[in-house]
T-cell receptor, first 112, second 110 residues
Framework: EAGVAQSPRYKIIEKRQSVAFWCNPI?????LYWYQQILGQGPKLLIQ????????DSQLPKDRFSAERLKGVDSTLKIQPAKLEDSAVYLC??????????FGPGTRLLVL | TQLLEQSPQFLSIQEGENLTVYCNSS?????LQWYRQEPGEGPVLLVT?????EVKKLKRLTFQFGDARKDSSLHITAAQPGDTGLYLC??????????FGKGTSLLVTP
């Protein structure tokens, strides 16, 4: 069974530029999560989707971050404009409606 | 956000030693998970504990959930270099996303 796929794996941009990350969850998984993991810290939830609806986006900085899951399958996370403090690993995870979350390898973002 | 405190933050030991990692919270969780994360990869689930006082074993790893479901520990017996990684505990309450601790970075040298 294929795992959670993410791309790109690495991205370097300058501050004030925009960037987008893509996630394809495990087939059949209704729930998709985006986490931000800053160096030295545990992952922090940014947004949780169930199918194509948002369950929780309370910690998403909505002035610069946006995410969508239009067809209830894959998802994109966008940052516009990026700040230095956005440098982090962005992890996507998926699960059945509830239950075990399976994580992708992450996208490492460096903002210069 | 319910906070999870992990200790120690860093641990460097030699192969064959035993170690214990702690995860504490002031909040009750319906379940608690332990993950291991290797450099360049996402976290991988090791175990889920749901019942207060529950003990689970995974080869040389022993996980315990506190009676009040606020804390947990991970004990590794006879650590091996392959155990090196970042150990994360995460609590959740039915259907909601995980609240992670900051993790314990473990280095096991031969």
């Amino acid at each position: 069974e294929a795992g959670v796929a993410q791309s790109p794996r690495y991205k370097i941009i300058e501050k004030r530029q925009s960037v987008a990350f893509w996630c394809n969850p495990i087939s059949g998984h209704a729930t998709l999560y985006w986490y931000q993991q800053i160096l030295g810290q545990g992952p922090k939830l940014l947004i949780q989707f169930q199918n194509n609806g948002v369950v929780d986006d309370s910690q998403l900085p909505k002035d610069r971050f946006s995410a969508e899951r239009l067809k209830g399958v894959d998802s994109t996370l966008k940052i516009q404009p990026a700040k230095l403090e956005d440098s982090a690993v962005y992890l996507c995870a998926s699960s059945l409606i509830t239950g075990t979350q399976y994580f992708g390898p992450g996208t490492r973002l460096l903002v210069l | 956000t319910q906070l999870l405190e992990q200790s120690p933050q860093f641990l460097s030991i030699q192969e064959g030693e035993n170690l214990t990692v702690y995860c504490n919270s002031s909040s009750v969780f319906s379940s608690l998970q332990w993950y291991r994360q290797e450099p360049g990869e996402g976290p991988v689930l090791l175990v889920t504990v749901v019942t207060g006082g529950e003990v689970k074993k995974l080869k040389r790893l022993t996980f315990q959930f506190g009676d009040a479901r606020k804390d947990s520990s991970l004990h590794i017996t006879a650590a091996q270099p392959g155990d090196t990684g970042l150990y994360l505990c995460a609590g959740s309450n039915s259907g909601y996303a995980l609240n992670f601790g900051k993790g314990t970075s473990l280095l096991v040298t031969p």
